[in-house]
Nanobody
Framework: QVQLVESGGGLVQPGGSLRLSCEAS????????IGWFRQAPGKEREGVSC????????HYADSVKGRFTISRDNAKKMVFLQMNNLKPEDTAVYYC??????????????WGQGTQVTVSS
């Protein structure tokens, strides 16, 4: 069974940066599209970004375009989310998961346990 483990969350001031990591226990990460999602208190979980398995195309929610960058290192079985110019509204628990629909967000499996990101002064 595939397992994903997130890390890198924390407390940061508005305008600051964090880099989230998602480590996968899979034989070949390149076969999988990996998405980042977040859930703020009292809100539904939303898709933030996704990187496809086929050609590493990156997808972003409008709210994070230009500030977040997703990348992958298949050799290390890692997916990263670089978050710059963070805003208080980015505060949430961030999860990575496998998107079996190649970033169409209709077949999400193997959720990680999440990592807390708090943006506050």
């Amino acid at each position: 069974q595939v397992q994903l483990v997130e890390s890198g969350g924390g407390l940061v001031q508005p305008g600051g940066s964090l880099r989230l990591s998602c480590e996968a226990s899979v034989f070949t990460l390149e076969y999988y599209s990996i998405g980042w999602f977040r859930q703020a208190p009292g809100k539904e979980r939303e898709g933030v970004s996704c990187i496809s398995s086929s050609d590493s195309t990156a997808h972003y929610a409008d709210s994070v375009k230009g500030r977040f960058t997703i990348s992958r290192d298949n050799a290390k079985k890692m997916v990263f989310l670089q978050m710059n110019n963070l805003k208080p509204e980015d505060t949430a628990v961030y999860y990575c998961a496998i998107d079996r629909s190649d970033c169409r967000k209709v077949d999400i499996v193997s959720w990680g346990q999440g990592t807390q990101v708090t943006v506050s002064s």
